[in-house]
């Protein structure tokens, strides 16, 4: 599969909770990461989405949020995947910033480049890739 999101997370539904309107679906990686979606209840029928099935969890890298220090704080966002810069491409106005989560999991975000200074994004830092679920498009193989 082909798309223009940056990340692509490939597994299978480990977690399914209908409601009338949304429903959650939790997939989870070979790899053991787990990436939480909030979709349509229409487009969860749609899709076929059962426990077990394989599916992909698709991000674009400008829905992204970038922390380099939680300090304590919880976030709303459901998901949470800390790790390490892998590496920040400094742009005029924005950055691009990769997290490797364990795993062998990469994330991709962009963020400006006046936070990529502010937070001090360098190779080698820890930071925490956050997204909503309903930033989450989830697909299944045809």
Sequence with gaps: MKT??????????TALKTGAVNDEVEITTAQGVKIVAIVTHESAVGLGLALGKAAV??????????????????????????G???????????????????GG?????IV??????????????????????SSVIVGVPA
């Design 4 to 13: 223009s999101a940056r990340n692509q997370f490939e597994g299978r539904v």
């Design 57 to 82: 969890a698709l991000v674009k890298a400008p829905s992204v949020i970038v922390v380099t220090d939680g300090g304590g704080v919880r976030f709303s966002a459901r998901n949470n995947l800390a």
């Design 84 to 102: 390490t810069v892998a590496r920040v491409q400094a742009g005029a106005v924005n950055a691009e910033v990769v997290i490797d989560v364990p």
């Design 105 to 109: 999991v990469s994330v991709a975000a």
């Design 112 to 133: 400006t480049q006046d936070s990529a200074d502010r937070l001090g994004l360098a190779v080698g830092k820890p930071a925490t890739a956050i997204f909503k679920a």
